[in-house]
């Protein structure tokens, strides 16, 4: 049953992208495609993008330098989202502090873009015999989880310094986006290692199967009603936010 092009390997590959089209059309009857606007394009280029590779993948005209020039173009821009989507994030983690949240929105977006052209340029001399398109694919998904799970963790770490409460969607996209983030790190590395042999589709059973997990639990987070929680609005003199965000935005006003 665990065999590439089994039965079970067709389910873990198409079945997020059907869930994922049924949340963006959620998403978008509850308006919270307006909430939550660069998840919302993550969910529908995932569906979509997803649909179209497993297409091409099963084509049989297709052949390996083919899809692995589709896939790269497909990873470039799934690395620009989730980059915006953790931006996003932090801008509603922040939302009492608005430049502060601006702030991080655009330094974790220019932290994805940059690192995109620094993986596909230390591919291009890193392994010269290999595929160029499979070493700037290997360099930048290691790369690029390495970094995700960095930015995860820390945002993790600062709302528990800071007290920050978190909503049950956002708290939901955060740690969906760890967990993929981690297993693909895991995954990457012990590919390069070249540990499972003949065997490495095993890897991709388990990414396949730990994102599909990870959709359920954006659809729970996102569709399910959140019990409304009272709490309290004041944070410890030495956390105090409301410095930093004014001083920021003093200097901003500049």
């Given at each position: ?242 410095l930093w965000n004014r001083e920021l935005e003093r200097l901003l006003q500049r």
């Open positions: 049953m665990l065999q590439p092009h089994s039965f079970f390997w067709h389910y873990l590959w198409l079945a997020p992208c059907v869930l994922l089209a049924s949340l963006a059309l959620f998403m978008r009857r509850r308006g919270l495609h307006k909430e939550f606007p660069a998840f919302f394009c993550y969910v529908l280029f995932e569906a979509v993008g997803g649909g179209l590779l497993y297409a091409i993948d099963v084509s049989p005209s297709t052949t390996g330098s083919m899809y692995w020039g589709n896939y790269l173009f497909y990873f470039v821009l799934e690395v620009v989202i989730k980059f915006v989507v953790i931006g996003e994030v932090f801008t509603h983690l922040l939302r009492r502090y608005p430049p502060l949240g601006r702030l991080a929105k655009k330094l974790i977006t220019g932290v994805g873009i940059l690192l995109i052209f620094a993986a596909a340029i230390i591919a291009a001399y890193a392994s010269p015999t290999a595929s160029w398109i499979i070493s700037t694919i290997r360099i930048l998904g290691r790369s690029v989880s390495v970094v995700q799970c960095g930015l995860i963790v820390f945002l993790f770490l600062f709302a528990a310094h800071f007290h920050l409460r978190w909503e049950r969607p956002v708290f939901g996209i955060a740690l969906g986006l760890g967990i993929t983030a981690a297993v693909s790190l895991a995954c990457w590395s012990l590919l390069a290692g070249w540990i499972f042999g003949q065997k490495s589709y095993l890897l991709d059973f388990l990414n396949m199967a730990t994102y599909h997990a990870c959709v359920l639990f954006w659809c729970y987070c996102l569709l399910v009603p959140e019990e409304s929680a009272v709490t309290s609005a004041t944070l410890p003199a030495e956390h105090n936010l409301e």
